[in-house]
């Protein structure tokens, strides 16, 4: 008896497609897709110099990867994985925490805010369930969607792979695609290397995407997108605010076996650094939760948390670090000194946990190539230098060590983000996202550079004679810095 797995996927025949937008039209009216969202839609190139032009269609899509990104992110196991092989989502289960949306490299994941929980193409799974075939695949004029079960090698999705050369889009990321592409332009397949004019040929570009392309970035000559979808920044100045306050409550535990070193005694010394750790672990979570489309229901972090999440990762080493640092307070304030020593050590050493485990649930976010830096995981250490110290050390020391800490950890800080700013990426989207980090402006600011500015040459000159203001500065530009760096990241297209 033939048995086999199933892994269900399409082949779409760019060479027959003729961009009706059918398939878009048919997913909306058959899932009630809200208006400015999209399951499925068409990007539509331009090739050549008038009159020698010719136009290409590219449907897109989610591709129902195989090793699904957004699965393995969502904390609350909203997103599912099919033994059919379709990536399906569970609406009433999600929070709107949006992590998925970063870890798809497709931008195939858009969120109903009606709804206040994210949607995406289910391959028509309640028609499937039903033996029926995805709405888009009834309506195409020209048969250009192929649905098959790509396991099964008699399917005719499985025989045009087989026989026919096929693509996918960005394969790079190793995740499995299973959306394949016969005939698809080049250019199509890599978001970014045409040029996005001011307005399409029907319509203006929408609001929210980025007008100015960076001029260090080459596109393909001639060639240009004149119609695609909007997609929003998802992640935005809270998310930056949550990296310094994050980087604050760790940072003052790091240094906070150290105090006596740096000059700082008295209640500031003995109980200063856990509460300034509690109290900025405090915002953090506030942070977080409010920045939920849903903030009523986070404690789904707790009821269905997802192990392989590193935002459940993260709440869990947060907790810890409260904990810890909560019995350290207590013990202190009990006159126990050698243990409330021995949990400051503890806690010092899980704030290594807390200041880091970002560049871990970053590296999931597989649609940000940016936030994958190996060199993430070291700057986010050097930020909770620069922020205990800016915090605990510099305000309550007499200089000396204190300084000598400050500066240098500042010192790193510009280094290693010139060094992102710069370097040699790894691949077009992160090539793209580093560009984008000097355009990014937050009100007056140009927030790279200004950042920069502001938070390391300004406080290395202002340390000596006005150490408050310095470190009030420091923690001002790495705001802005952090802006820069999360919303670069987003602002390169994916489709």
């Not at 995740?175 to 996005?196: C, H, M, Q």
């Not at 992640?235 to 000059?263: E, N, Q, R, S």
């Not at 150490?467 to 705001?479: D, H, I, K």
Request: charged share 15%.
């Amino acid at each position: 008896m033939y048995t086999h797995t199933v892994r269900l996927g399409f082949v779409i025949d760019q060479t027959a497609c003729i961009g009706c937008h059918a398939c878009t039209v048919a997913c909306k009216a058959e899932n009630d897709v809200p208006v400015g969202s999209f399951r499925t839609w068409v990007t539509q190139l331009e090739r050549g110099v008038y009159p020698d032009v010719k136009r290409s269609f590219l449907v897109q899509r989610c591709n129902q990867c195989t090793d699904a990104p957004c699965v393995t992110i969502c904390p609350v196991n909203a997103l599912i994985k099919r033994p059919d092989g379709i990536v399906d989502v569970d609406r009433d289960l999600c929070i709107g925490c949006r992590a998925c949306m970063q870890a798809c490299p497709y931008d195939a994941i858009y969120m109903n805010d009606g709804h206040g929980a994210v949607e995406k193409c289910h391959f028509c799974a309640h028609r499937v369930d039903r033996g029926l075939e995805p709405a888009c695949v009834t309506v195409c004029p020209v048969s250009a969607i192929i649905p098959g079960d790509l396991d099964d090698p008699r399917s005719k999705a499985s025989q045009l792979i087989r026989n026919v050369g096929t693509t996918v889009r960005r394969p790079e990321q190793g995740t499995g695609p299973n959306v394949f592409y016969i005939g698809a332009d080049e250019a199509a397949l890599k978001p970014g290397s045409a040029a996005r004019p001011n307005t399409y040929f029907c319509s203006e570009r929408p609001p929210q995407e980025p007008k100015e392309w960076p001029d260090s970035l080459p596109l393909e000559k001639d060639t240009i997108v004149v119609h695609d979808v909007a997609h929003r920044v998802e992640w935005g100045w809270p998310v930056a605010l949550y990296m310094v306050t994050k980087g604050i409550a760790a940072g003052v535990m790091m240094l906070a076996p150290f105090v006596a070193a740096f000059g700082v005694s008295g209640f500031a010394a003995n109980f200063g650094p856990e509460i300034l750790a509690l109290a900025f672990t405090s915002v953090t979570t506030f942070l977080l939760i409010e920045d939920l489309a849903r903030p009523k229901l986070f404690y789904r972090l707790l009821t269905r948390a997802n192990g392989r999440s590193w935002l459940v990762k993260g709440a869990v080493v947060l907790g810890a670090f409260t904990l810890l640092v909560l019995l350290s307070l207590a013990a202190r304030f009990a006159g126990l000194s050698f243990a409330a020593d021995i949990l400051r050590w503890a806690s010092a050493a899980l704030a290594v946990g807390v200041a880091g485990y970002t560049a871990f649930l970053y590296a999931q976010c597989k649609g940000r190539d940016l936030w994958e830096s190996p060199l993430l995981l070291p700057h986010l250490l050097v930020q909770a230098i620069l922020c205990g110290s800016a915090v605990l050390t510099l305000p309550f020391s007499g200089g000396g060590a204190a300084v000598s800490v400050f500066v240098a950890s500042c010192l790193a800080h510009a280094a290693l983000a010139l060094l992102e700013r710069h370097r040699r990426q790894e691949t077009d989207n992160a090539r793209q996202a580093a560009a984008f980090l000097g355009t990014v402006t937050l009100g007056p600011f140009r927030a790279f550079r200004d950042g920069l500015i502001i938070g390391v040459a300004l406080p290395i000159l202002l340390v000596f004679v006005a150490p408050v203001a310095a470190a009030v500065l420091a923690l001002l530009g790495l705001f802005l810095y952090e802006h820069a760096y999360v919303r670069a990241a987003q602002l390169p297209p994916l489709s």
